[in-house]
């Protein structure tokens, strides 16, 4: 059975001190989607216990996201969430990145992220990455130094998307801005909040929350070839 690791942000607190965490949905869809069909575990730069957003817990009030809060199993998996900074490549077939605010605060500049994630797309296997997820990427490289999205087509929550949640100032930088700056090729859905997926070679990416079941299905699709 292939492994998943979904890497959590450990960050509960953004710039303007308001309260984040990882996204709600973003983490509850992928993982239905792929759990009757993989082994998943979960990992944050702290470990066990990764801050949920509670704006998106009021939110998201679907089945999955409802019962990923009270399902056991999950509960489990989140209460020994691996330290990423043990955790092995090795392991695990794919990485996905769940979004919120807390990612853009914390995974870009950790170094055993950057470490990790330059390892696991160094190896070929699937880097996976929802809305504000690609964050976490920033500054990972390929095996010539170079940032891995360079040249490559990628998505994540787009610039109009932070200006309508009125969350421009909540964060260090603005994901579609600073991808863009450094190589990347930013595309995004016709509408705000429309699911978009890219896929370039291993590179899979989604935009917003809409995005993040259909990435699912994406990584799926792919793991059962």
Known sequence: ???VLFVLTSADT??????TGYYLPEAAHPYYTLAP?????????????PPVDQGSVQAFKDDESVKFLTDETVKSKLANAKQLSTVNV???DVILYVGGHGPVIDLPNDPANIKFA??????????????HGPAALLNAVDAEGKPIYSGKEFTGFSNAEEEAVQ???????????????????????????????VIDGNLYTGQNP???KPLGEAILKELQK
Not at 118 to 130: H, R
Request: glycine share 8%; hydrophobic share 35%.
């Open 1 to 3: 059975m292939p492994s």
């Open 14 to 19: 953004n710039l303007v001190g308001g309260q």
């Open 37 to 49: 069909h993989v082994s998943i575990d979960f990992a944050s730069p702290k470990g066990p216990n």
């Open 90 to 92: 090795k392991d695990y």
């Open 118 to 131: 330059s390892e696991f797309y160094q190896s070929g296997k699937i880097v996976a990455a929802v809305c």
């Open 167 to 197: 969350k421009v100032n909540a964060i260090p930088f603005l994901l579609e801005t600073e991808f863009t700056k450094r190589g990347g090729k930013y595309t995004k859905a016709e509408q705000l909040w429309a699911p978009k997926v």
């Open 210 to 212: 809409a995005s993040a």
